[in-house]
């Protein structure tokens, strides 16, 4: 008998779960489709960027190693900023731009400060011994849960326990709401700050350049109450003049650029923002002419200037610049100062070497904080005659010689020059006692004095009567008659 049907054509009888299927990769349409899709012609110009995309992170990845094979154990150091233009350069900006604006939304405003003082003032108990306000770490606690829900959860980083721990603490564990809250405000200020500079910086080093600094300053002056009726003309040389605060303080380096980190947390930024007070009446003339940030110390220094200056030229002369102060300055300081801190000339000659407006405020900083480290640092160059880095008993005799003729040519008594550099010695103990050094001045705490001493007639005379100068501070001043 046959098996099969009678028009002569057979039939597998083999089970369905026993039959071989072919493999994926042998079928033809698939290969067809591999093929399509490998040409790129079904592609989307999504999946088409994708894979450009891939391709070319494949090529950096592959560059970046080949090149670290290359330099062996060696890192790298130097990143090659993005080109004007560029993706790059724009992919950059745009990320610090959304970064800054994540950050700004995530601070406190006006309200939320207000709504936190209330809540910090509702729920804090008083001191019976001293009035002050004052919370535990269970009132703590149950201050932040209060402020979340008025105010959102950008305020629960304040209430840490960490935070908590910083603050001066009773026999009862509490701390003062006070300081807390100035804490927060002054966080508040300086990451605002912080974002403003950031929004500034160009080329995203985390440094300000001269023109940075002055437009941060220019849009601080609206918000400063005593700037705000700062005449127009005048705008401009008043960021200059404040700029250069912050550069002579926080570029020792003489770089051109300011650090943001060090820009905030150096006493300058402080300085500036106490001219948000509403009133100058609650600031005397003798603190608005001690703050350099003032609108009328900003205006007695450029004064000064344009009274040096007598051809109008823009700079000062060696000669002009005596004249400063009355002329109690020695002529050998001057001269030093021209040698160490004024460029020469294009003309590279001597004679053509004058001071710019922006070297003379440095001169300015540097006599008006000569107990500072910077300012130290700027007179010592000028007082290290031989540029070795110390100061000798002959350099000392040199520097003196010339303010001793200034001493006897005022009609005071005579006096030994040795005396005087005896006392410097006693004054400054330096560790090597054969010579005196910048850390020697710096470490002995009258640095400043000693510098006055040898630059300064007028220094010498009130250090010679100290004495008689801090009696008179602590007598009271006699009272009007009625």
Same mark, same amino acid.
């Given at each position: 008998?046959?098996?099969?049907?009678? +028009?002569?054509?057979?039939?597998?009888?083999?089970?369905?779960?026993?039959?071989?299927?072919?493999?994926?990769?042998?079928?033809?349409?698939?290969?067809?489709?591999?093929?399509?899709?490998?040409?790129?012609?079904?592609?989307?110009?999504?999946? #088409?960027?994708?894979?450009?995309?891939?391709?070319?992170?494949?090529?950096?990845?592959?560059?970046?190693?080949?090149?670290?094979?290359?330099?062996?154990?060696?890192?790298?150091?130097?990143?090659?900023?993005?080109?004007?233009?560029?993706?790059?350069?724009? *992919?950059?900006?745009?990320?610090?731009?959304?970064?800054?604006?994540?950050?700004?939304?995530?601070?406190?405003?006006?309200?939320?400060?207000?709504?936190?003082?209330?809540?910090?003032?509702?729920?804090?108990?008083?001191?019976?011994?001293?009035?002050? &306000?004052?919370?535990?770490?269970?009132?703590?606690?149950?201050?932040?849960?209060?402020?979340?829900?008025?105010?959102?959860?950008?305020?629960?980083?304040?209430?840490?326990?960490?935070?908590?721990?910083?603050?001066?603490?009773?026999?009862?564990?509490?701390?003062?709401?006070?300081?807390?809250?100035?804490?927060?405000?002054?966080?508040? !200020?300086?990451?605002?700050?912080?974002?403003?500079?950031?929004?500034?910086?160009? +080329?995203?080093?985390?440094?300000?350049?001269?023109?940075?600094?002055?437009?941060?300053?220019?849009?601080?002056?609206?918000?400063?109450?005593?700037?705000?009726?700062?005449?127009?003309?005048?705008?401009?040389?008043?960021?200059?003049?404040?700029?250069?605060?912050?550069?002579?303080?926080?570029?020792?380096?003489?770089?051109?650029?300011?650090?943001?980190?060090?820009? #905030?947390?150096?006493?300058?930024?402080?300085?500036?923002?106490?001219?948000?007070?509403? !009133?100058? &009446?609650?600031?005397?003339?003798?603190?608005?002419?001690?703050?350099?940030?003032?609108?009328?110390?900003?205006?007695?220094?450029?004064?000064?200037?344009?009274?040096? +200056?007598?051809?109008?030229?823009?700079?000062?002369?060696?000669? &002009?610049?005596?004249?400063?102060?009355?002329?109690?300055?020695?002529?050998?300081?001057?001269?030093?100062?021209?040698?160490?801190?004024?460029?020469?000339?294009?003309?590279? !000659?001597?004679? !053509?070497?004058?001071?710019?407006?922006?070297?003379?405020?440095?001169?300015?900083?540097?006599?008006?904080?000569?107990?500072?480290?910077?300012?130290?640092?700027?007179?010592?160059?000028?007082?290290?005659?031989?540029?070795?880095?110390?100061?000798?008993?002959?350099?000392?005799?040199?520097?003196?010689?010339? *303010?001793?003729?200034?001493?006897?040519?005022?009609?005071?008594?005579?006096?030994?020059?040795? +005396?005087?550099?005896?006392?410097?010695?006693?004054?400054?103990?330096?560790?090597?006692?054969?010579?005196?050094?910048?850390?020697?001045?710096?470490?002995?705490?009258?640095?400043?004095?000693?510098?006055?001493?040898?630059?300064?007639?007028?220094?010498?005379?009130?250090?010679?009567?100290?004495?008689? #100068?801090?009696? &008179?501070?602590?007598?009271?001043?006699?009272?009007?008659?009625?």
């Amino acid at each position: 008998m046959y098996s099969g049907s009678s +028009d002569g054509e057979s039939h597998d009888t083999t089970p369905p779960t026993q039959r071989k299927i072919p493999p994926a990769s042998s079928m033809l349409w698939v290969r067809n489709l591999r093929r399509y899709i490998g040409s790129g012609a079904g592609l989307g110009s999504e999946a #088409l960027m994708e894979l450009e995309t891939k391709r070319i992170l494949l090529e950096i990845f592959k560059d970046k190693q080949q090149k670290s094979q290359e330099a062996g154990t060696i890192p790298s150091f130097y990143k090659k900023k993005p080109e004007e233009g560029s993706i790059s350069g724009r *992919v950059q900006r745009l990320a610090k731009y959304r970064f800054l604006k994540k950050q700004s939304d995530l601070l406190l405003n006006s309200d939320d400060l207000a709504a936190m003082w209330n809540c910090l003032r509702e729920n804090c108990v008083i001191d019976d011994a001293t009035g002050a &306000e004052k919370m535990n770490y269970e009132d703590f606690c149950h201050i932040a849960s209060v402020c979340t829900e008025q105010i959102g959860p950008k305020c629960r980083r304040f209430f840490s326990p960490s935070n908590f721990m910083k603050f001066e603490k009773d026999e009862a564990g509490r701390i003062a709401i006070l300081p807390f809250y100035l804490y927060v405000m002054r966080t508040v !200020s300086l990451t605002q700050a912080r974002i403003d500079m950031s929004e500034l910086d160009e +080329d995203s080093d985390g440094f300000l350049q001269s023109h940075e600094m002055e437009s941060y300053i220019l849009g601080l002056i609206p918000n400063l109450a005593q700037l705000r009726d700062m005449p127009e003309p005048f705008t401009q040389m008043y960021c200059r003049i404040a700029s250069q605060k912050f550069f002579f303080f926080c570029d020792p380096h003489r770089r051109g650029k300011a650090c943001i980190k060090k820009i #905030l947390l150096s006493n300058c930024l402080q300085e500036l923002m106490e001219l948000h007070q509403e !009133s100058e &009446e609650e600031v005397t003339d003798t603190e608005q002419a001690e703050n350099w940030f003032s609108l009328t110390s900003a205006q007695r220094i450029c004064d000064m200037f344009l009274a040096l +200056d007598k051809d109008c030229s823009g700079s000062l002369s060696k000669q &002009e610049l005596k004249e400063y102060a009355d002329g109690t300055l020695t002529e050998i300081f001057i001269e030093r100062v021209f040698d160490e801190h004024v460029r020469r000339g294009k003309s590279g !000659s001597g004679n !053509s070497r004058e001071m710019d407006f922006d070297s003379f405020l440095d001169f300015v900083l540097a006599l008006e904080n000569k107990d500072t480290q910077e300012g130290l640092t700027y007179l010592f160059r000028c007082l290290d005659l031989q540029g070795r880095g110390f100061l000798t008993t002959a350099d000392i005799h040199s520097l003196f010689r010339d *303010v001793h003729q200034k001493w006897i040519e005022g009609g005071n008594y005579e006096l030994c020059i040795e +005396d005087v550099r005896d006392e410097i010695w006693d004054m400054v103990k330096p560790s090597d006692p054969l010579k005196i050094t910048l850390d020697d001045l710096l470490g002995c705490k009258q640095g400043g004095t000693v510098a006055s001493m040898l630059i300064d007639v007028r220094g010498f005379w009130a250090h010679d009567n100290r004495e008689n #100068l801090l009696q &008179e501070e602590e007598e009271p001043p006699e009272e009007e008659s009625q």
